[in-house]
């Protein structure tokens, strides 16, 4: 009885030490396992109202290696349209709010893809369904991102990976960084490359950009 | 043994590891997290843009600067990244925590499975793949089926170690008297135990616990190396789209052997571990039931991982995996 409680101590310390060592993932296999960097270009209409959001996706190397090799235009045309009709029942990964309410968006008219060097460049415009206008009370927000967190999306490291088209002058763009809860940044490095991370896990990790046009007051 | 140790010792061990550990959980729940968390994701992908440029770099140059590059963060990358496949360290623990502590046979493992698995990235992606490139996808296609007989070994060996757990213990039930012979272990040739092994010595039992043991081997070996890395199956795309498919299998090779590093050294952290357990618990606990339990409960833990594995890989599919 005198031993028993030290090794189970030592025990219980070693298999701590051993079981965040052992059955802690190697991030290799961990979420995410493809980048995609974004540019969007929020076009206005005439009245001053967003219309839509013109996006342009920007593969990693690896994923374009592995989906179109070299680059061949048939296999582009084949893997877009893919990409597109699959993303059509996840709202494209773009989710877009007015004041705090969702935005539906409406069906993108055309997707279009190239080889930007080795990398595969995706551009494709997702119309809001109804027009918004982006006051101070009620700012239009996006995030665009992969709700399962299979892959990271982020804005291109460039000043000008969002821009305004056609917008009022008083406009003003904001990208708020992510600040995701250690327990979801825990669920991702621990998750498999077959598992998925569940539809909430995404929205942890995007950026979150704030479109907000002071000039405008028109509700 | 465990009167040797002096009690303020063992004391301080306790207070020094429980400071470490707070001190990891104060970080990650505070401040200080969201740095590593960004410091963390931005790595893994520095990591992959480091793999691409390299390979780009040999495209052009093809220079020995370039190719030093290539080897050096591949095996960067297989020492900090995959340390294993998501599975691979738990299965190696597990089995030398419970089932043989061999040091020698640890570090074989380690490296065999790192070889295995960089083997078997080659073969599906360069040598099926070439095989298959009318076929698009054909490559991903056998990655994938590669992958589910290795979580189906994985569910298997756990369930082997639980069946080797619970017939363990209902011997040690049944007998009042302390186990001549040790049932957990693979017995393998003369049975040498090294010191501090934690188990009682007992006689080698001849061929059937061989066959075990042979059994154990195999499934740890097949369960890690049958699942390639997705950092290997990258690499390997972008060196045979490039042309350059002998730098792919240099990369690869060295992942296996940064991988094999990482999981040596976790091999080595585990047999320690249990000659400590072992050694000081040896007067109170000549059954070994500890280390049963902690054999039913790892070989537990493997079943369901295995399991869930298996089950996640015929589930829906990402939107943008083709």
Redesign the interface.
């Known amino acids: ?4 409680s ?6 219980g ?6 079981g965040l ?10 979420h ?4 995609i960097d974004i540019d969007v270009v929020v076009r206005f209409g005439p009245d001053g109202t967003v219309t839509g959001l013109e996006e342009s996706w920007l593969f ?4 374009s ?3 179109v ?2 680059g061949d235009p048939a ?1 582009i045309e084949r ?1 877009t349209k ?2 597109m009709r ?2 059509a ?2 709202g494209y990964f773009t989710r877009v709010d007015h004041g705090g309410r969702a935005v539906a968006l409406a069906k993108p008219a055309a997707a279009a893809a190239r080889m930007d060097g ?1 990398r595969l460049r995706m551009t494709f415009f997702a119309p809001l369904a109804e027009p918004v206008v982006p006051s101070t009370a009620a700012p239009l927000t996006y995030a665009v991102f ?1 709700p ?1 967190y ?3 999306m982020l804005h291109a490291e460039r000043k000008d990976a969002v821009r305004l088209e056609g917008a009022p002058p008083s406009c003003a763009v904001q990208l708020h960084q992510p ?2 809860d ?1 327990k979801a ?1 825990v669920a991702a ?1 621990t998750l ?5 991370g569940g539809d909430g896990l995404g929205a942890q ?1 995007a950026e979150k950009v704030e479109i907000r046009c002071p000039s405008l007051s028109r509700p | 043994m465990s009167v040797s140790v002096p009690p303020l010792t063992r004391i301080v061990l306790l207070g020094v590891s429980l400071l470490v550990l707070g001190g990891v959980a104060l970080v990650a729940t505070r401040g200080g997290g969201d740095h590593i968390v960004a410091w963390v994701l931005s790595e893994q992908r520095q990591f992959h843009r480091a793999l691409a440029a390299d390979l780009h770099a040999l495209d052009g140059s093809g220079s020995f600067a370039a190719v030093w590059g290539l080897i050096g963060i591949s095996f960067l990358y297989g020492l900090f990244h995959a340390a294993g496949p998501g599975h691979g360290k738990a299965v190696i623990a597990t089995y030398l925590l419970t089932q043989s502590c061999h040091l020698r046979r640890g570090l074989a493992l380690a490296a065999g499975g790192a070889l295995l698995q960089g083997l078997t990235a080659i073969v599906l992606v360069s040598g099926l793949g070439r095989l298959a490139e009318t076929l698009p996808g054909g490559s991903a296609l056998a990655v994938s089926w590669s992958e589910r007989v290795s979580f189906f070994l994985l569910a298997g060996l756990g369930l082997l170690f639980m069946i080797r757990a619970l017939r363990g213990l209902w011997v040690a039930r049944s007998s009042s008297a302390p186990l001549q012979s040790h049932p957990l272990h693979d017995h393998d040739h003369a049975h040498r135990h090294e010191p501090g092994c934690g188990c009682v010595p007992a006689p080698s039992t001849g061929q059937i616990e061989r066959a075990e043991s042979w059994r154990g081997v195999a499934g740890v070996l097949l369960s890690i190396g049958l699942r390639p890395c997705s950092g290997a199956v990258f690499v390997l795309a972008l060196a045979n789209l490039l042309g350059l498919s002998w730098a792919g299998f240099a990369a690869v090779m060295a992942m296996s052997c940064g991988t094999a590093v990482a999981v040596a050294v976790l091999a080595v952290a585990t047999v320690q571990a249990r000659g400590w357990v072992g050694r000081w618990c040896s007067g109170s606990d000549p059954s070994g039931s500890l280390v049963l339990v902690v054999a039913l409960a790892g070989g537990g833990a493997l079943f369901l991982l295995g399991a869930s594995l298996l089950l996640a890989s015929f589930g829906p599919v990402h939107p943008l995996r083709f």
């Open positions: 009885m005198r031993c028993l030290r090794p189970l101590i030592r025990l310390g070693t298999l701590l030490a051993l060592l052992a059955w802690w993932p190697g991030t290799g296999e961990a995410p396992h493809a980048w990693d190397e690896f994923y290696a592995d989906t090799g070299k296999r893997l893919g990409i699959n993303l029942g996840y080795s992969d399962t299979f892959i990271e600040h995701p250690p940044v490095a498999d490359r077959t598992q998925s990790f």
